[in-house]
């Protein structure tokens, strides 16, 4: 029964849907879906301008939403993500791309934050993708050689036992890498030696007379530096007294000859001019070694000897 009053009619209509609603709600329900999948389009509009205009609102209700629905979301991001997993690595590294120094500030700073965590699933990444852990390892080697050498400095410092027996480790488990690596440098080897014993005549000098002496006789031998030697005789021959400038080409003499079982020692050697070591030839000396001819004098020495002559293979002990 209809009422005239056209204002009453629309309150008892209102009503009634009222009560429809609420004794029907699957029927209201479904048509509203029905309504929705039959206009979409009008449906997501309408949902954006409502967001766009109530956006504080509306994403407090998100917040909400997730909040009570935060294993169901969870669930569900994750299925998305390993069904589109290429999709969402490249949104995630276009999005990197433009907020990389943002991004790589938040990650240093939670990093710091929470240190014990940020090691625990770094492990745990390690543990589960050992293959690409290792091609990471390697192109952040590859890519940051200064550090990289820092940081083995650093170690080898701190680990001094273990890193030697690492290298011994290695040396025995490649027995033929040094030759190998002689063959394949040869050159770049031989060049280097050769600018070496350019620079270090006196070195080379010495190293040369220790092996010349083990081959003449058994020792015990050591590494004599000749401008010891020198600097201990104060320049002089020995035998005869005459004063030899350093570079004037003045004998080393083995006080018992190398050939009758003399030793290559500091104790064994002196200066001879040439004339003397030639006519004392391998004659057994007369008594123990003495030296013959030194000034206690005010001669500096060392003056006369080029920087790059000296050793420090041994001490000189010049007597008073
Ligand atoms: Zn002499």
């Known amino acids: 029964m209809p009422y005239k009053d056209p204002a009453k009619r629309r309150e008892s209509a209102i009503e009634?849907?009222?009560?429809?609603?609420?004794?029907?709600?699957?029927?209201?329900?479904?048509?509203?879906?029905?309504?929705?999948?039959?206009?979409?389009?009008?449906?997501?509009?309408?949902?954006?301008?409502?967001?766009?205009?109530?956006?504080?609102?509306?994403?407090?209700?998100?917040?909400?939403?997730?909040?009570?629905?935060?294993?169901?979301?969870?669930?569900?991001?994750?299925?998305?993500?390993?069904?589109?997993?290429?999709?969402?690595?490249?949104?995630?590294?276009?999005?990197?791309?433009?907020?990389?120094?943002?991004?790589?500030?938040?990650?240093?700073?939670?990093?710091?934050?929470?240190?014990?965590?940020?090691?625990?699933?770094s492990r745990a990444w390690k543990a589960a993708h050992p293959e690409r852990a290792r091609e990471r390892n390697h192109a952040w080697h590859v890519a940051h050689p200064e550090q990289v050498r820092t940081l083995i400095h650093a170690w080898k410092a701190a680990h001094p036992e273990r890193f030697r027996a690492l290298t011994r480790a290695w040396q025995v488990a490649h027995p033929d890498y040094p030759r190998a690596y002689y063959l394949s440098n040869r050159e770049r080897i031989r060049e280097r030696n050769r600018a070496w014993a350019a620079a270090h005549p006196d070195l080379v000098c010495e190293i040369s007379s220790l092996r010349r002496a083990r081959k003449k006789s058994n020792g015990p031998h050591e590494r004599i530096s000749r401008s010891n030697v020198w600097i201990r005789d104060r320049g002089y021959c020995q035998d005869c007294g005459t004063f030899l400038e350093y570079d004037s080409g003045w004998h080393l003499d083995h006080w018992i000859p190398l050939k009758r079982g003399g030793t290559h020692v500091m104790a064994n050697v002196r200066v001879l001019c040439p004339p003397c070591n030639l006519s004392k030839n391998a004659r057994m000396p007369m008594g123990p070694f003495r030296l013959g001819f030194t000034d206690t004098g005010t001669r500096p020495l060392s003056a006369a000897i080029p920087a790059n002559e000296t050793s420090h293979s041994t001490k000189v002990e010049v007597p008073r």
């Open 16 to 121: 009634s849907g009222r009560r429809y609603r609420l004794s029907h709600p699957d029927r209201v329900r479904a048509s509203a879906r029905a309504w929705v999948e039959a206009n979409r389009d009008r449906k997501l509009a309408s949902t954006r301008a409502w967001r766009a205009a109530n956006l504080y609102h509306a994403r407090a209700m998100d917040r909400a939403w997730y909040v009570a629905h935060r294993d169901y979301k969870r669930v569900k991001d994750r299925a998305r993500y390993v069904a589109n997993r290429d999709l969402a690595l490249a949104a995630s590294r276009a999005r990197h791309a433009v907020n990389r120094d943002r991004q790589n500030a938040a990650s240093r700073a939670w990093y710091a934050a929470n240190p014990e965590r940020a090691r625990a699933s």
